[in-house]
């Protein structure tokens, strides 16, 4: 029987080897990351190692040579067990390093995307500002040329992967000029930790996801060579939104896998649990609650590899990739509440695991575009202005 | 050096309720997670280790439908070379022997110097193939290998089995020969994803008893010492003694049955 689709050996023995690795590498820490909000040096290095950190950027500039739906599944299956750990390969892939592999020039591309693709350093990628959320182009941070050098000012916030040991390096969009019409002519800048005037503030406090590096960033007459603009003067805005094409597609992977551990957990307490002399399971309420939320989670997993394939084959995905970023978000809440649910109080406290997806769930709605702008995005797809 | 990897793929029950299917024969295994055998996971990495640490080549095999493909190519995928699945009707039903006879019959094809099996698996658990595997090639044999270290490579090793109370016994052992690895021998690595890539690619031998001279009447079912009758699922409260009524005197119960054995 030929199925319509089904993934290859290449993607299972991956998948695989992903879920073993979060499993025996990722859960015995979980607990101690969600408490304490350590970086997990040793599993992002062995994330490194493994390729995990590369999957989607080809073997001679350090990657591993994989696709992006490689990639989505590998978020997919880390979110199962740790959402920090998943957002942090997803930020370090989808915005730290694709600017690099897509619109760096070779000798860019040699100097961070290799070390990058290699997991040697991780990357971030700085567009959120105080007055920039979810009007991303309404950016404050300038970059002047001055003999040579970009001379940057302003503050990012919300940034994810720069404050760690590893972090090396953050793309910006910064404002270089006005442009004849008048709007902004938005640049893409590379920084490297160190830099001079480049400031990491510590890192914020979070409802969920305690473990990753999330922080605010400040250049105070931060300067750079001119040579570290990315790609052309001017395109800055339309690479980060490319950029951001492929970053929903691995949130949605992100929000699979965390829906799909809350699953899991619910599924097993549900089972154990006994009321009225009865384990959970065998009332309709609560088997109903767990059918929603496995047909939720196949769907959303169905869209979420529908919109990976395309990125791969090439083809406009833009709407699809909110499609997926917005259902798989909105459906993981869903879930995660349910999940709660399930657990009645105990759900409630901190060392039942689902307390925990719960918090995590939230900022899948939130980050890489809001649920209100991916419903922009794709009305704007379906032609409405 | 030349080694040969047996791996086998089983079911995972760690995690689920286990029934015995409609034939008495078998448990029902529609529901099961299912991936290598874990003593035959130390095997791959123990002989992957040594080719790293000395040259050669390691052979893959499993007896096993196409389901078998994925932990073979796991195996691949973190060093192993080449890979041969044996697939045959004739070969079903056969115990610990005649899965050995499978298995030499594919191991006497090759150039070897040493053929690693789990020390026993998590379905069946009779430990016997090895054993039986090394009568078959006649050639020398140890168990519960926990620790390898070769003297002379493809002449002589040293090699330490796992007794009772985790003591260590040492022996020399000529080869070629038979080892059947146990678990905690080594830790066992990840595949990365180049290596994945590359084992999706390589070719997997598929050979019938035919191909390997065997004759259906001396394998599987027919060739078998001993024949699966009928699992029985174990008898609840025969062996145990199970303490009833509220905590505090269950606890009492308890403390006092301890306290009598001596055992606190
Ligand atoms: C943990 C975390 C990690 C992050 N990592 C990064 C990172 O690595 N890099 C980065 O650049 N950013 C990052 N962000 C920022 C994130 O992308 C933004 O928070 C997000 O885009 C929303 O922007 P905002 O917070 O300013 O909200 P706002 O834009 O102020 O939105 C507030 C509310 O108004 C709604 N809204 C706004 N405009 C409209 C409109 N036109 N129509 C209807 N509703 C509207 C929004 O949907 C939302 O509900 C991260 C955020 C968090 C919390």
């Known amino acids: 029987m030929r199925l319509l689709y089904e993934l290859d050996d290449e993607k299972k023995l991956f998948r695989k080897t992903v879920r073993d690795f979060s499993e025996q590498e990722i859960r015995p820490q979980v607990e101690h990351l969600w408490e304490t909000g350590e970086f997990p040096y040793d599993i992002v290095r062995k994330m490194g190692e493994l390729g995990i950190l590369g999957i989607p950027f080809p073997e001679e500039y350090g990657g591993a040579g994989g696709d992006y739906l490689a990639y989505a599944i590998a978020v997919e299956e880390l979110a199962r067990v740790d959402g920090s750990c998943a957002i942090t390969v997803e930020a370090h892939i989808s915005l730290g390093t694709s600017p690099f592999y897509y619109y760096g020039s070779e000798e860019q591309k040699r100097e961070w995307l290799v070390p990058l693709a290699q997991g040697r350093i991780l990357g971030s990628f700085g567009l959120t500002e105080p007055e920039a959320g979810s009007d991303a182009g309404n950016t404050q941070t300038r970059a002047e040329l001055a003999g040579g050098e970009w001379v940057i000012n302003g503050t990012k916030c919300f940034i994810t992967n720069p404050g760690t040991e590893m972090s090396g390096v953050v793309t910006l969009t910064v404002v270089t000029d006005t442009r004849p019409d008048g709007k902004k002519e938005i640049s893409n800048i590379y920084v490297p930790k160190g830099t001079p005037g480049y400031n990491i503030a510590p890192k914020y406090k979070k409802m969920g996801w305690h473990a990753s590096d999330t922080r605010e960033l400040s250049f105070d007459d931060c300067r750079v060579p001119e040579s570290n603009l990315i790609g052309k003067r001017g395109e800055g805005f339309k690479q980060f939104l490319d950029c951001l094409d492929g970053g929903r597609i691995a949130i949605a992977a992100l929000a699979v896998g965390t829906a799909q551990g809350a699953f899991e957990e619910s599924l097993g307490y549900a089972r154990e649990r006994k009321q009225f002399g009865r384990p959970i399971a065998a009332f309709q309420a609560i088997q109903f609650k767990l059918a929603d939320m496995a047909t939720e989670i196949e769907i959303a997993r169905d869209v979420t590899y529908k919109a990976a394939a395309m990125r791969d084959a090439g083809v406009p995905h833009t709407k699809e990739a909110a499609m997926a970023k917005l259902f798989a978000s909105e459906m993981c809440m869903r879930a995660t509440t349910q999940a709660v649910q399930v657990h009645g109080g105990y759900g409630f406290m901190d060392e039942y695991a689902v307390s925990r997806f719960f918090r995590d769930a939230k900022i899948l709605e939130i980050g890489e575009g809001t649920s209100e702008v991916q419903r922009m995005v794709i009305a704007r797809e379906l032609g409405l202005r | ?264």
């Open chain 2, 1 to 264: 050096m030349n080694m040969v990897v047996c791996v086998k793929r089983v079911p995972d029950t760690s995690e689920s309720e286990v029934h015995i299917d409609a034939s008495g024969k078998d448990i029902d295994k529609s529901r099961l997670s299912f991936g290598i055998n874990e003593c035959d996971n130390y095997a791959v990495e123990e002989a992957i280790q040594i080719k790293e640490r000395l040259e050669g080549n390691v052979t893959v095999i499993s007896l096993g439908g196409k389901d078998s493909d994925e932990v073979i190519r796991m195996a691949l995928a973190k060093g192993g070379d080449d890979a041969i699945r044996l697939e045959d009707d004739a070969f079903a039903g056969g115990d610990a022997l005649a899965v050995a006879k499978a298995l030499a019959g594919a191991v006497k094809g090759l150039e070897y110097d040493i053929v690693f099996t789990g020390a026993l698996t998590d379905d069946d658990g009779y430990a016997a193939v090895p054993v039986a595997l090394a009568e078959l090639l006649g050639v020398p044999h140890a168990t519960y290998v926990k620790k390898v270290e070769i003297l002379e490579p493809g002449k002589k090793a040293k090699v330490g089995r796992e007794l009772e109370g985790g003591l260590m016994e040492f022996l020399e052992i000529d080869m070629p020969c038979v080892l059947g690895i146990q678990t905690g021998i080594n830790e066992p690595r990840y595949a990365s994803f180049k290596g994945i890539k590359q084992a999706a690619k390589k070719e997997i031998a598929v050979k019938s008893a035919a191909d390997l001279g065997l004759d259906a009447a001396d394998i599987g079912e027919a060739g078998s010492w001993a024949v699966l009758e009928q699992f029985t699922p174990p008898v609840v409260g025969e062996m145990a003694e199970i303490l009833e009524g509220e905590p505090d005197e269950t606890a009492a119960k308890l403390a006092g049955i301890l306290k009598e054995k001596g055992l606190v």
